[in-house]
């Protein structure tokens, strides 16, 4: 699998999700839970007491995030240049939040200046960005931005789903104060949780919230009881297995190191990237914007998009996403995320598109 | 695992789970979702184009019924005899529903003559109960209440979660038009979906919504371009893993046949019983609302009641459940659910509680 996701799972991992069942309100399940809570904390390099893996794939964290943060009438600004931006903008909608956004060209990152001048503009309760939009390849100037909102009583509210285990994310040095991601990128398990972390002024506005969350099983005030404390009171059951699986999938990057983790990715990409150009593609986001884990590829002229990727699928078993939005049939993205970003990989994709392009 | 869920897993789905993930675009796992939908279908035992199983825990399930079918100010009957029909009460008052409820003693069914008076005296859009309620083990009359909605325009909400695979569950046949289940309970697949199924009289009432679903991640109207028709539209990465377990438990289900997964279930339950009362000990509900798969025992007067829950965890490897609510310490529940309904685990309880109750 070397698309925009879910990417390939190491055999602990799989060994991981297939082990025995036991209750989640078990006291050898809760001593995992709090070590899964742990290890993402150190992932997610934080020290935000409310981290934990939400029940659901990706989109669940941003809805976690969104619903928990949301009241109806708050004004929220989005930033966007790829489809998750615009998913954020419609989702934040329908809680009934008022949303501003300001648009990118999808390709191109975020521009710090053009948020200043709107922040100067308007108090927001929420900024909203993505920092790797798997749509397009880009990463997002997440740091920057969190410095125009470091004194504010904004709260900061970033989408790591594909950034996080592939390239650094430091929530507390970065200012953020809620933060998603899932566990099929970077992280090399397969969808099915998660990870979210509120820091504390994001719990101060959970907790000041004027109504219910309205959403009973996203509900973070409630299902922070059965991830803190002695009482661990039952919320919904976990998903047991995944959190398994999650567990061993943490140990593996935290055990290969964070920085060694980055670096590999880096380096693959740069391969990958030298051997597309060799074969004459172009890429399409500038060189300073590029994701390592998620690189997309400008379709040649004359070439059938589609049908290289059933060729690659069909005669080689090797995965790569399509193009969405505006980009559909323009880009291919080729991930090299978590588990998959390994040299070998990078040979394959690279000898399996040469021979198809050269029919 | 004896208790009200998560039940023992067949080594099969063990398997399953842990095999390798394709992606959730792959054709080949198109066919496979293709399958479940029509395993679930069967078990359901429904027609109803959407069936599909929602991407989280059975609340997630409960979750997505109402979010889908509540507008604010929607008028909504919910029959409430424990904790799942109490919280069904929490979450459709978030969605905006003016809610009125129809409470009935814990421990006894939801009784169809007062529910007759109350739609005498209003239409309500739509009507909720619990088939099983898993926090007293009482079997409510579904079937009965149905009759009562046939004739109208009412759309009849049903909680299977613990009822599923264990005893009948007759959608089309009850007349149920929208209803979820869970995966870690009759159908003994580790927690982490929800099965749904909604009936054209419930697919009308979505499609006729004057506003958007208010919760993205459940929106059945963008995920069933994902699980039905050509396109296959991607919506949210699917927990791939998680299907392959359920593809497997279902297909055991299947194999042995409803009819007889029902009779062990109530096998194994009356040997249950008997050897409980052998005991000494006494049922909290009445024979004939009792359900199979959640034996609700009254804790004796001066046992104490997590005393006995630690040591039979501790000694002999048991979970079984404490009692919720109002029932808290007066109660254990024991459950048969799915692959745990064996002769040699009704031996094994029985066992460890007369050791346990004998000190």
């Not at 025995?20 to 809570?37: A, S």
């Not at 935290?254 to 990958?272: C, K, S, T």
């Not at 990727?309 to 978590?338: F, S």
Request: proline share 5%.
């Amino acid at each position: 699998m070397m698309g925009p996701g879910p990417s390939n799972v190491p055999d602990e991992v799989y060994a991981a999700l297939g082990t025995k069942t036991i209750g989640h309100l078990d006291p050898y399940f809760i001593t995992i839970m709090d070590e899964i809570k742990a290890q993402l904390q150190k992932l997610i390099k934080t020290s935000a007491k409310l981290t934990l893996p939400a029940s659901g794939t990706g989109s669940a964290g941003m809805e976690t995030c969104f619903v928990n943060l949301i009241e109806p009438g708050d004004d929220i600004l989005i930033l966007i240049n790829g489809v998750f931006g615009m998913r954020m903008q419609d989702l934040a909608t329908r809680l009934g939040a008022n949303v501003d956004t300001l648009e990118f060209e999808w390709g191109t990152p975020v521009i710090v200046d053009a948020v200043k001048k709107k922040l100067d503009a308007k108090t927001y309760k929420i900024v909203a960005v993505v920092h790797a939009e798997t749509s397009t390849g880009v990463r997002n100037p997440v740091a920057e931005i969190g410095a125009l909102l470091a004194a504010t009583d904004t709260i900061y509210l970033v989408d790591t789903v594909t950034s996080l285990g592939g390239i650094d994310v430091n929530m507390d040095g970065w200012g953020i104060d809620s933060l998603y991601s899932g566990t099929q990128k970077c992280l090399s398990c397969p969808p099915g949780l998660a990870p979210v972390a509120f820091s504390e002024k994001a719990v101060a506005a959970l907790k000041g919230r004027k109504t219910k969350v309205p959403n009973w099983y996203l509900d973070l005030t409630m299902i922070i009881k059965y991830w803190e404390g002695h009482t661990r009171a039952y919320h919904h059951t976990a998903p047991v297995n995944m959190l398994y699986g999650l567990y061993q999938a943490l140990d593996l990057i935290l055990a290969e190191g964070l920085d060694n983790a980055f670096e590999r990715h880096l380096e693959n990409h740069r391969a990958l990237v030298a051997g597309l150009e060799d074969l004459g593609l172009q890429m399409l986001v500038a060189e300073k914007y590029r994701l390592p884990m998620l690189n997309a590829v400008k379709v040649p002229d004359g070439v059938d998009e589609a049908g290289v990727r059933t060729a690659l699928r069909m005669e080689h078993k090797i995965e790569i996403g399509a193009g969405l939005g505006p980009l559909a049939g323009k880009i291919w993205r080729i991930g090299l995320m978590g588990h998959t970003a390994r040299p070998e990989n990078v040979r394959r994709v690279l000898a399996a598109l040469k021979t198809t392009l050269a029919r």
